[in-house]
Protein backbone atom coordinates (compact mmCIF):
# COMPACT_ATOMS: atom_id res chain seq x y z
CA UNK A 1 0.00 0.00 0.00
CA UNK A 2 1.39 3.52 -1.37
CA UNK A 3 1.77 5.59 1.95
CA UNK A 4 3.58 9.10 2.47
CA UNK A 5 4.23 9.81 6.13
CA UNK A 6 6.10 13.07 7.12
CA UNK A 7 8.23 14.02 10.00
CA UNK A 8 10.22 16.57 11.16
CA UNK A 9 7.43 19.24 12.23
CA UNK A 10 7.75 21.16 15.37
CA UNK A 11 7.96 24.58 16.95
CA UNK A 12 10.78 26.74 15.79
CA UNK A 13 11.64 30.15 16.66
CA UNK A 14 11.62 32.69 14.05
CA UNK A 15 15.19 32.83 11.96
CA UNK A 16 15.57 29.00 13.22
CA UNK A 17 15.77 26.29 11.01
CA UNK A 18 13.63 23.10 10.54
CA UNK A 19 14.68 20.18 8.32
CA UNK A 20 11.00 18.33 6.96
CA UNK A 21 11.50 14.30 5.63
CA UNK A 22 8.71 12.22 3.79
CA UNK A 23 9.07 9.22 3.72
CA UNK A 24 7.27 7.27 0.90
CA UNK A 25 6.72 3.14 0.97
CA UNK A 26 5.22 0.83 -0.80
CA UNK A 27 5.06 2.77 -4.37
CA UNK A 28 5.46 -0.04 -6.81
CA UNK A 29 5.25 2.24 -9.94
CA UNK A 30 7.35 4.89 -11.34
CA UNK A 31 6.40 8.47 -9.88
CA UNK A 32 7.12 11.59 -11.28
CA UNK A 33 6.48 14.97 -9.74
CA UNK A 34 7.11 14.90 -6.03
CA UNK A 35 6.56 18.01 -3.82
CA UNK A 36 5.97 20.05 -0.82
CA UNK A 37 2.56 22.19 -0.04
CA UNK A 38 1.39 23.69 3.12
CA UNK A 39 -1.98 24.75 4.60
CA UNK A 40 -2.04 27.79 7.35
CA UNK A 41 -4.80 28.41 9.31
CA UNK A 42 -7.89 30.09 7.55
CA UNK A 43 -6.27 29.98 4.44
CA UNK A 44 -6.10 27.52 1.48
CA UNK A 45 -3.28 25.07 0.47
CA UNK A 46 -0.26 26.37 -1.49
CA UNK A 47 2.69 24.83 -3.17
CA UNK A 48 5.54 25.40 -1.58
CA UNK A 49 8.42 23.23 -3.93
CA UNK A 50 8.49 20.61 -6.25
CA UNK A 51 11.23 18.60 -7.86
CA UNK A 52 10.89 16.26 -10.65
CA UNK A 53 11.36 12.57 -10.50
CA UNK A 54 15.07 12.84 -12.50
CA UNK A 55 15.89 16.07 -10.12
CA UNK A 56 15.97 17.99 -13.52
CA UNK A 57 13.63 20.52 -12.86
CA UNK A 58 12.86 22.53 -9.39
CA UNK A 59 11.03 25.21 -8.08
CA UNK A 60 10.43 26.73 -5.58
CA UNK A 61 7.28 29.47 -4.68
CA UNK A 62 8.50 33.33 -4.04
CA UNK A 63 7.89 32.96 -0.52
CA UNK A 64 10.41 30.63 0.18
CA UNK A 65 12.98 30.80 -2.44
CA UNK A 66 16.04 31.16 -1.29
CA UNK A 67 15.25 29.88 2.61
CA UNK A 68 14.36 26.15 1.30
CA UNK A 69 15.95 23.77 -0.25
CA UNK A 70 14.11 20.13 -1.74
CA UNK A 71 16.25 17.32 -2.04
CA UNK A 72 15.67 13.52 -1.94
CA UNK A 73 17.66 10.78 -0.77
CA UNK A 74 19.48 8.65 -2.87
CA UNK A 75 17.73 5.53 -2.54
CA UNK A 76 15.01 7.55 -3.54
CA UNK A 77 12.74 6.86 -0.60
CA UNK A 78 12.64 9.92 1.29
CA UNK A 79 11.94 13.30 0.19
CA UNK A 80 13.16 16.68 2.17
CA UNK A 81 12.67 20.10 2.91
CA UNK A 82 14.91 22.34 4.64
CA UNK A 83 13.65 25.70 5.43
CA UNK A 84 16.45 28.52 6.78
CA UNK A 85 15.62 31.46 7.83
CA UNK A 86 11.95 30.70 9.26
CA UNK A 87 9.67 33.38 9.48
CA UNK A 88 6.09 33.56 11.01
CA UNK A 89 4.07 32.97 7.89
CA UNK A 90 5.83 30.02 7.37
CA UNK A 91 3.64 28.38 10.32
CA UNK A 92 0.94 25.63 8.34
CA UNK A 93 0.98 22.15 8.23
CA UNK A 94 2.99 20.94 5.66
CA UNK A 95 2.51 17.97 3.60
CA UNK A 96 4.39 15.91 0.75
CA UNK A 97 2.76 14.44 -2.01
CA UNK A 98 3.38 12.70 -5.26
CA UNK A 99 1.92 12.44 -8.79
CA UNK A 100 1.78 8.89 -10.23
CA UNK A 101 1.16 10.15 -13.86
CA UNK A 102 3.23 11.87 -16.38
CA UNK A 103 2.35 15.48 -15.96
CA UNK A 104 3.30 18.72 -15.38
CA UNK A 105 5.77 19.68 -12.36
CA UNK A 106 3.25 22.34 -11.19
CA UNK A 107 0.17 20.91 -12.40
CA UNK A 108 -0.60 20.50 -8.58
CA UNK A 109 -3.96 18.40 -9.72
CA UNK A 110 -2.46 15.64 -10.25
CA UNK A 111 -0.57 15.45 -7.17
CA UNK A 112 -2.65 12.62 -5.75
CA UNK A 113 -0.80 10.63 -2.63
CA UNK A 114 -0.36 12.81 0.15
CA UNK A 115 0.57 12.25 3.81
CA UNK A 116 -1.14 13.20 7.07
CA UNK A 117 1.25 16.37 7.32
CA UNK A 118 3.52 17.91 10.03
CA UNK A 119 2.96 20.78 12.12
CA UNK A 120 5.29 23.48 11.96
CA UNK A 121 5.02 26.51 14.40
CA UNK A 122 6.99 29.73 14.25
CA UNK A 123 7.14 31.45 17.64
CA UNK A 124 9.17 33.06 19.68
Known amino acids: QEQLVESGGGLVKPGGSLTLSCDATGFTKAYYGIAWFRQAPGKEREAVSAMSSTEYSIWYADSVKGRATISRDNAKTTLYLQMNTMRLEDTAVYYC?????????????????WGQGTQVTVSS
Open 97 to 113: AIQTLPSGLRDWDNYKY
